[in-house]
Protein backbone atom coordinates (compact mmCIF):
# COMPACT_ATOMS: atom_id res chain seq x y z
CA UNK A 1 0.00 0.00 0.00
CA UNK A 2 1.16 3.37 -0.87
CA UNK A 3 -0.06 6.62 0.68
CA UNK A 4 0.65 9.92 -1.44
CA UNK A 5 0.36 13.25 0.39
CA UNK A 6 -0.61 15.98 -1.98
CA UNK A 7 -1.77 18.30 0.61
CA UNK A 8 1.89 20.18 1.43
CA UNK A 9 1.65 23.66 2.56
CA UNK A 10 4.58 25.79 3.30
CA UNK A 11 4.99 26.75 6.31
CA UNK A 12 5.70 29.80 8.30
CA UNK A 13 5.86 31.06 12.17
CA UNK A 14 2.40 31.94 12.22
CA UNK A 15 1.02 29.27 10.75
CA UNK A 16 3.38 26.94 13.00
CA UNK A 17 1.79 28.78 15.95
CA UNK A 18 -2.05 28.65 14.77
CA UNK A 19 -2.00 25.10 14.20
CA UNK A 20 -2.23 24.39 18.00
CA UNK A 21 -5.14 22.45 18.71
CA UNK A 22 -5.89 22.14 14.76
CA UNK A 23 -3.27 20.04 13.32
CA UNK A 24 -0.49 17.91 14.33
CA UNK A 25 2.74 18.89 13.29
CA UNK A 26 5.40 16.81 11.51
CA UNK A 27 8.71 17.12 11.75
CA UNK A 28 12.19 15.22 10.34
CA UNK A 29 15.55 15.91 11.02
CA UNK A 30 17.83 16.46 7.90
CA UNK A 31 21.08 16.52 7.54
CA UNK A 32 21.91 17.07 3.74
CA UNK A 33 20.04 18.51 0.28
CA UNK A 34 18.75 14.50 -0.67
CA UNK A 35 17.26 13.83 2.38
CA UNK A 36 15.97 16.67 2.95
CA UNK A 37 14.05 16.73 -0.65
CA UNK A 38 12.55 13.94 -0.25
CA UNK A 39 11.64 14.71 3.41
CA UNK A 40 9.84 18.24 2.47
CA UNK A 41 6.57 17.41 1.41
CA UNK A 42 5.64 14.95 4.25
CA UNK A 43 6.86 18.00 7.14
CA UNK A 44 5.87 20.89 8.62
CA UNK A 45 9.72 21.75 9.68
CA UNK A 46 12.70 19.88 8.46
CA UNK A 47 15.74 20.46 11.92
CA UNK A 48 18.94 20.08 11.29
CA UNK A 49 19.89 18.90 14.63
CA UNK A 50 23.23 18.41 15.87
CA UNK A 51 22.28 15.14 16.30
CA UNK A 52 24.11 14.74 12.77
CA UNK A 53 27.40 14.65 15.20
CA UNK A 54 26.53 11.27 16.14
CA UNK A 55 24.53 9.85 13.30
CA UNK A 56 27.18 11.33 10.44
CA UNK A 57 30.42 12.54 12.45
CA UNK A 58 30.57 9.64 14.53
CA UNK A 59 31.11 11.06 17.42
CA UNK A 60 29.44 10.11 21.25
CA UNK A 61 27.31 13.08 21.84
CA UNK A 62 26.04 16.09 20.34
CA UNK A 63 29.00 18.60 21.95
CA UNK A 64 31.37 18.87 19.45
CA UNK A 65 29.24 19.70 17.19
CA UNK A 66 30.59 23.12 16.10
CA UNK A 67 28.57 26.49 14.62
CA UNK A 68 30.34 25.94 11.12
CA UNK A 69 29.13 22.24 10.49
CA UNK A 70 25.73 23.25 11.38
CA UNK A 71 25.89 26.41 8.31
CA UNK A 72 27.44 23.57 5.97
CA UNK A 73 24.76 21.13 6.66
CA UNK A 74 22.00 23.89 7.23
CA UNK A 75 22.75 25.42 3.21
CA UNK A 76 22.63 21.60 2.01
CA UNK A 77 19.45 21.48 3.65
CA UNK A 78 17.87 24.29 2.49
CA UNK A 79 18.79 23.83 -1.01
CA UNK A 80 17.56 20.54 -0.76
CA UNK A 81 14.28 21.96 0.27
CA UNK A 82 13.66 25.04 -0.96
CA UNK A 83 9.92 25.21 0.11
CA UNK A 84 10.75 24.02 3.60
CA UNK A 85 10.90 25.44 7.18
CA UNK A 86 13.83 24.68 8.21
CA UNK A 87 15.32 24.89 11.85
CA UNK A 88 19.30 24.90 12.70
CA UNK A 89 19.90 23.53 16.28
CA UNK A 90 22.71 26.00 17.74
CA UNK A 91 25.60 23.74 18.96
CA UNK A 92 26.91 23.55 22.08
CA UNK A 93 28.55 26.60 23.50
CA UNK A 94 27.75 28.63 20.89
CA UNK A 95 24.66 30.54 23.18
CA UNK A 96 26.44 30.83 26.44
CA UNK A 97 25.40 34.11 26.86
CA UNK A 98 23.41 36.79 25.23
CA UNK A 99 25.85 38.53 23.33
CA UNK A 100 27.00 34.91 22.14
CA UNK A 101 24.20 33.87 20.99
CA UNK A 102 23.07 37.10 19.28
CA UNK A 103 26.05 36.74 17.17
CA UNK A 104 26.10 33.27 16.31
CA UNK A 105 22.44 33.41 15.77
CA UNK A 106 23.20 36.24 13.41
CA UNK A 107 25.70 34.61 11.36
CA UNK A 108 23.22 31.40 10.92
CA UNK A 109 20.67 33.39 9.54
CA UNK A 110 23.25 35.63 6.95
CA UNK A 111 24.80 32.26 6.00
CA UNK A 112 21.89 30.42 5.35
CA UNK A 113 18.47 30.27 4.33
CA UNK A 114 17.33 28.77 8.06
CA UNK A 115 14.00 30.09 9.11
CA UNK A 116 14.70 29.82 12.63
CA UNK A 117 17.30 28.25 15.47
CA UNK A 118 16.40 25.71 18.47
CA UNK A 119 18.00 26.45 21.77
CA UNK A 120 18.53 23.90 24.88
CA UNK A 121 17.54 24.75 28.11
CA UNK A 122 14.27 25.92 30.30
CA UNK A 123 14.33 28.41 32.95
CA UNK A 124 17.86 29.06 33.03
CA UNK A 125 18.07 30.13 29.23
CA UNK A 126 14.98 32.02 29.27
CA UNK A 127 16.64 35.62 29.15
CA UNK A 128 18.85 34.28 26.11
CA UNK A 129 16.31 33.29 24.13
CA UNK A 130 14.15 36.83 25.00
CA UNK A 131 17.07 37.94 23.65
CA UNK A 132 17.27 36.62 20.46
CA UNK A 133 13.33 36.78 19.86
CA UNK A 134 14.10 40.93 20.64
CA UNK A 135 16.36 41.01 17.77
CA UNK A 136 14.42 39.00 15.50
CA UNK A 137 15.50 35.71 15.69
CA UNK A 138 12.55 32.90 15.71
CA UNK A 139 13.69 30.52 18.55
CA UNK A 140 12.10 27.07 18.84
CA UNK A 141 12.73 25.83 22.51
CA UNK A 142 13.96 22.68 23.56
CA UNK A 143 13.39 21.43 27.73
CA UNK A 144 12.98 17.78 29.11
CA UNK A 145 16.00 15.61 28.17
CA UNK A 146 18.31 17.68 26.76
CA UNK A 147 21.30 15.74 25.38
CA UNK A 148 23.97 19.43 24.98
CA UNK A 149 23.67 18.47 29.07
CA UNK A 150 24.24 14.76 28.86
CA UNK A 151 28.12 15.49 30.68
CA UNK A 152 26.48 17.63 32.78
CA UNK A 153 23.48 15.56 33.70
CA UNK A 154 25.65 12.58 33.96
CA UNK A 155 24.00 10.68 31.14
CA UNK A 156 20.31 10.76 29.51
CA UNK A 157 17.46 10.67 31.81
CA UNK A 158 13.88 11.18 30.91
CA UNK A 159 12.26 13.55 32.78
CA UNK A 160 9.08 14.42 34.95
CA UNK A 161 9.39 11.46 37.09
CA UNK A 162 8.91 13.32 40.46
CA UNK A 163 6.25 16.39 41.32
CA UNK A 164 8.93 17.83 42.13
CA UNK A 165 10.74 17.56 38.19
CA UNK A 166 6.90 17.95 36.84
CA UNK A 167 7.26 21.20 37.95
CA UNK A 168 10.46 22.64 36.56
CA UNK A 169 9.23 21.21 33.57
CA UNK A 170 5.80 23.79 33.86
CA UNK A 171 7.97 26.36 34.79
CA UNK A 172 10.61 26.10 31.60
CA UNK A 173 7.87 25.42 29.04
CA UNK A 174 6.00 28.72 30.43
CA UNK A 175 9.33 31.18 30.82
CA UNK A 176 10.49 29.19 27.05
CA UNK A 177 7.40 31.02 25.97
CA UNK A 178 7.07 34.17 27.97
CA UNK A 179 10.95 34.54 26.60
CA UNK A 180 9.37 34.44 22.63
CA UNK A 181 9.72 31.58 21.56
CA UNK A 182 6.93 30.00 18.37
CA UNK A 183 7.33 26.14 19.56
CA UNK A 184 8.72 23.95 21.94
CA UNK A 185 10.99 20.52 21.63
CA UNK A 186 9.69 18.35 24.63
CA UNK A 187 11.71 14.84 24.95
CA UNK A 188 12.46 12.35 26.88
CA UNK A 189 9.38 13.19 29.58
CA UNK A 190 6.74 11.25 31.33
CA UNK A 191 3.98 11.49 28.99
CA UNK A 192 1.50 12.76 31.49
CA UNK A 193 3.78 15.65 32.06
CA UNK A 194 4.34 16.36 28.11
CA UNK A 195 0.52 16.35 27.94
CA UNK A 196 0.64 18.85 30.92
CA UNK A 197 2.77 20.81 29.66
CA UNK A 198 0.86 20.76 26.24
CA UNK A 199 -2.01 22.31 27.75
CA UNK A 200 -0.33 24.77 30.04
CA UNK A 201 1.47 26.86 27.16
CA UNK A 202 -0.34 28.14 24.36
CA UNK A 203 2.52 27.56 21.34
CA UNK A 204 3.00 24.22 19.68
CA UNK A 205 4.85 21.88 21.55
CA UNK A 206 6.93 18.81 19.47
CA UNK A 207 7.56 15.80 21.49
CA UNK A 208 10.23 13.19 21.36
CA UNK A 209 9.83 10.09 23.78
CA UNK A 210 6.68 12.51 25.08
CA UNK A 211 3.66 10.34 24.50
CA UNK A 212 0.76 10.95 21.88
CA UNK A 213 -0.65 14.35 22.98
CA UNK A 214 1.74 17.02 22.10
CA UNK A 215 0.79 19.14 19.35
CA UNK A 216 3.47 17.17 17.22
CA UNK A 217 6.03 15.28 16.66
CA UNK A 218 9.88 15.05 15.63
CA UNK A 219 11.79 11.97 14.75
CA UNK A 220 15.62 12.12 13.49
CA UNK A 221 15.60 10.95 10.10
CA UNK A 222 18.36 7.71 10.82
CA UNK A 223 16.37 6.56 13.66
CA UNK A 224 12.91 6.69 12.05
CA UNK A 225 14.26 4.95 8.74
CA UNK A 226 16.25 2.50 10.65
CA UNK A 227 19.48 3.29 9.24
CA UNK A 228 21.34 3.33 12.92
CA UNK A 229 21.27 -0.45 13.59
CA UNK A 230 23.51 0.12 17.31
CA UNK A 231 20.41 0.56 19.33
CA UNK A 232 16.63 1.27 18.80
CA UNK A 233 15.33 3.82 21.88
CA UNK A 234 11.74 2.82 22.86
CA UNK A 235 10.23 6.08 21.36
CA UNK A 236 11.83 5.42 18.12
CA UNK A 237 9.48 3.79 15.33
CA UNK A 238 11.04 2.46 12.61
CA UNK A 239 9.84 3.18 9.22
CA UNK A 240 11.57 1.19 7.37
CA UNK A 241 14.66 -0.49 7.42
CA UNK A 242 16.68 1.11 6.26
CA UNK A 243 20.46 -0.30 7.23
CA UNK A 244 19.10 -3.96 6.02
CA UNK A 245 17.76 -2.97 2.57
CA UNK A 246 20.95 -0.89 2.36
CA UNK A 247 23.30 -3.58 2.82
CA UNK A 248 21.45 -6.06 0.96
CA UNK A 249 21.56 -4.07 -1.81
CA UNK A 250 25.30 -3.47 -1.71
CA UNK A 251 26.04 -6.82 -1.12
CA UNK A 252 23.93 -7.35 -4.73
CA UNK A 253 25.65 -5.12 -5.97
CA UNK A 254 28.94 -6.88 -4.86
CA UNK A 255 27.95 -10.45 -6.09
CA UNK A 256 26.79 -9.04 -9.66
CA UNK A 257 30.57 -7.23 -10.14
CA UNK A 258 32.78 -10.75 -9.24
CA UNK A 259 29.40 -12.64 -11.21
CA UNK A 260 29.69 -10.47 -14.08
CA UNK A 261 26.39 -9.74 -13.90
CA UNK A 262 27.18 -5.97 -13.47
CA UNK A 263 27.46 -3.88 -15.88
CA UNK A 264 24.91 -5.28 -18.53
CA UNK A 265 25.11 -5.00 -22.34
CA UNK A 266 22.54 -2.15 -21.81
CA UNK A 267 24.49 -0.14 -19.01
CA UNK A 268 27.79 -0.14 -21.44
CA UNK A 269 28.60 2.35 -24.27
O1 LIG B 1 19.43 17.08 17.30
C1 LIG B 1 18.29 16.64 17.09
O2 LIG B 1 18.04 15.85 16.16
C2 LIG B 1 17.22 17.08 18.00
C3 LIG B 1 15.91 16.37 17.94
C4 LIG B 1 16.03 15.01 18.52
C5 LIG B 1 14.82 17.14 18.56
O3 LIG B 1 17.43 17.98 18.75
NA1 LIG C 1 19.59 18.57 18.98
Redo the contacts with the bound molecule.
Keep these: MSIVVNNFEKMNISKIKQSKNKKKLT ?1 I ?1 AYDALFAKLFSQASDMI ?7 MSFAGEKD ?1 LSATLEQMIYHTKAVCNGAKDAFVIT ?1 MPFGTYINKDEALKNCTTVYQQTNASAV ?1 I ?1 GGEDRADIIKHLTSNSIAVMG ?1 IGLM ?1 QYVRSEGGYKVRGKTKEDEEQLIRDAIAVEQAGAFAI ?1 V ?1 GVMSDVAKKITQTVNIPI ?1 G ?1 GAGVDTDGQ ?3 WSDMLGFFEEFKPKFVRHYLNGAKLVKEAVNQYRDDVQTQRFPSKEEEY
Design positions: VTLVGDSLNTDKEHPVEIIVLV
